[in-house]
C-alpha cells in the first residue's frame, strides 16, 4: 500500500512538472549547435573517437547525436562498402589488377559481381 502511494506521488509530480513546462531528465552534454558541428564533421569522413576528442565527449553519445540527426531527418544510414578480406588483400597483392580476368575472380569474391566492360 505504501508502495502505491509512493508511486502516485511521483507520477502527479512528474506530470506537474512537465505541465510547467520543466526539462526532465539528465541535461543535455551538447548543445543544439554543437549537435549540429558533430553531425557536419561526421559528415566530413572524421571518425567518431576524432570528433568524440574534438569536443570532449564519448563515442557513444557521438554516436547517438549522428543516430538522432538521421531519425530525425528519416535519412537512409550511408552504407560504407566493407573492407576486404585478408585473403581478398593477398590476392589483389599478387595479381597487379591490370588483368581482367583477375580483377573479375576479386570482385566476385567480395560480393559486388561487376563484370568488366568488353
Given at each position: 500500500m505504501e508502495r502505491d502511494l509512493l508511486v502516485e506521488?511521483?507520477?502527479?509530480?512528474?506530470?506537474?512538472?512537465k505541465a510547467e513546462g520543466k526539462a526532465?531528465?539528465?541535461?543535455?552534454?551538447?548543445t543544439a549547435g554543437d549537435r549540429a558541428k558533430i553531425v557536419a564533421l561526421h559528415a566530413t569522413g572524421l571518425s567518431l573517437a576524432v570528433i568524440a576528442a574534438k569536443f570532449g565527449i564519448g563515442n557513444a553519445t557521438v554516436?547517438?547525436?549522428?543516430?538522432?540527426?538521421?531519425t530525425a531527418a528519416q535519412a537512409p544510414a550511408p552504407?560504407?562498402?566493407a573492407k576486404?578480406?585478408?585473403?581478398?588483400?593477398?590476392?589483389?597483392?599478387?595479381?597487379a589488377g591490370n588483368d581482367m580476368a583477375d580483377r573479375a575472380t576479386l570482385e566476385r569474391k567480395r560480393?559486388?559481381?561487376r563484370v568488366p566492360a568488353v
Open positions: 506521488r511521483t507520477q502527479s509530480g512528474l506530470a506537474r512538472a526532465l531528465g539528465r541535461p543535455a552534454r551538447t554516436h547517438a547525436v549522428i543516430a538522432g540527426a538521421r552504407t560504407t562498402p576486404p578480406a585478408k585473403a581478398i588483400r593477398k590476392a589483389a597483392a599478387r595479381c560480393g559486388q559481381r
